[in-house]
């Protein structure tokens, strides 16, 4: 099972107070690594591979460790980025390309806008944080 969308952009959830994509402030946290990853290394990961290297650093897997402890981890569902506190949370959209790459842009973005109207792509929510009432 994959976590990787093609073609496609996640969009801040439509409950996100966030006015503007922020650096999540909790160091170590999944969002300030997800963010740290994906600001340096702007289409370098797929989804999968984000989600993986967040487990892999929060639990010190080493580097030849890595391929097992990849397969054991993907071995479970995982939840894809719309649940990321990035989306959810801090005002980002993660934008995947036609090879599943992946790079994150600020809902106050020219990029954001342009990649949350493009008829091109899959347009999919991010998930809410609370249930609808």
Not at 60 to 82: H, I, M, N, W, Y
């Amino acid at each position: 099972m994959t976590t990787n969308y093609v073609d496609a952009f996640i969009t801040a959830s439509p409950d996100s107070t966030a006015t503007m994509g922020q650096t999540p402030p909790r160091a170590g946290s999944i969002a300030q690594i997800q963010h740290r990853l994906l600001a340096a290394r702007p289409y370098h990961y797929t989804s999968d591979d984000l989600l993986f290297e967040v487990h892999a650093i929060r639990n010190g897997v080493a580097p030849e460790d890595r391929a097992q402890a990849r397969e054991t981890f993907f071995a479970k569902s995982q939840a894809c980025l719309r649940a990321s506190p990035l989306v959810k949370q801090f005002g980002w959209g993660i934008h995947h390309d036609a090879e599943s790459r992946i790079a994150a842009y600020g809902v106050e973005t020219d990029a954001y806008c342009e990649l949350s109207s493009r008829k091109d792509l899959k347009i999919v929510p991010g998930m809410r944080s609370q249930r609808a009432k």
